[in-house]
C-alpha cells in the first residue's frame, strides 16, 4: 500500500504565492511519475503540472509561467510553487503518485481570494 499526503493549501489573495508539498510513503519501490491535479467546483479534474522520475515536466498552459514543480526522489516528495495565484487558481489540488499502481492523495484546498 501506498500513502499520498498532501499539505500547503489554504487562503491567499491574488498575486500571491503558496507552496503545495506531497509526500508517498508504503511499499514504494521506485516512482515513475509524480504530479499535481486540481479539481473546482462544477469542473472535472485536470493536470495541472506532472514530474517524471528523469525530471521531465508538463504544465497546463494556464499555469505556465506562473507554477514550478520539483520533486525530491529520495524523500519521495514532490513540491508545486504557485506564484500569482489568480483568483480561477481556487480549486481543492490533488497529488497522484504513479508506481506500480496509481495513487491519490486527499487533497488540499486551494482558495485565492480578497
Known amino acids: 500500500q501506498v500513502h499520498v499526503v498532501e499539505s500547503g493549501g489554504g487562503l491567499v489573495q491574488p498575486g500571491g504565492s503558496l507552496r503545495l508539498s506531497c509526500a508517498a510513503s508504503?511499499?514504494?519501490?521506485?516512482?515513475?511519475?509524480m504530479g499535481w491535479y486540481r479539481q473546482a467546483p462544477g469542473k472535472q479534474r485536470e493536470l495541472v503540472a506532472s514530474?517524471?522520475?528523469?525530471?521531465?515536466?508538463t504544465y497546463a498552459d494556464s499555469v505556465k509561467g506562473r507554477f514550478t514543480i520539483s520533486r525530491d526522489n529520495a524523500e519521495n516528495t514532490v513540491y508545486l510553487q504557485m506564484n500569482s495565484l489568480k483568483p480561477e487558481d481556487t480549486a481543492v489540488y490533488y497529488c497522484?503518485?504513479?508506481?506500480?499502481?496509481?495513487?491519490w492523495g486527499q487533497g488540499t484546498q486551494v482558495t485565492v481570494s480578497s
Open positions: 514530474i517524471r522520475n528523469g525530471g521531465t515536466t
Open positions: 508504503g511499499s514504494i519501490f521506485s516512482i515513475n511519475t
Open positions: 497522484r503518485v504513479v508506481t506500480f499502481a496509481l495513487f
